[in-house]
C-alpha cells in the first residue's frame, strides 16, 4: 500500500507542473532542499545534543558512586 510507483510520480509531478508552472517550479525545488537540509541539521543537533547530554549524566553518575 506505501508503494510509489512510476506512474504515481508521473501524475504527482503533472499535478506540480500544472499548479506551480514551469517558472516557479527551480525555486520551489530550491526551498524544498534548503528545508530538506535545515530537517537534517536539526535532527543531527539534537542527537549530538542528546549524546552530549547522556554522557554527562553517566559522568555525574559515576562521580556520585
Avoid: C, Q, W, Y
Avoid at 2 to 28: Q, R, S, Y
Avoid at 40 to 51: A, F, H, S, Y
Wanted: hydrophobic content about 35%.
Amino acid at each position: 500500500m506505501g508503494n510509489i510507483g512510476l506512474g504515481e510520480i508521473l501524475v504527482l509531478v503533472l499535478v506540480v507542473l500544472i499548479l506551480f508552472g514551469p517558472n516557479k517550479l527551480p525555486e520551489l525545488g530550491r526551498s524544498l532542499g534548503k528545508a530538506l537540509g535545515e530537517f537534517r541539521r536539526g535532527i543531527r543537533e539534537g542527537v549530538d545534543e542528546k549524546d552530549t547530554s547522556s554522557k554527562s549524566d553517566s559522568t555525574a553518575s559515576s562521580k556520585h558512586s
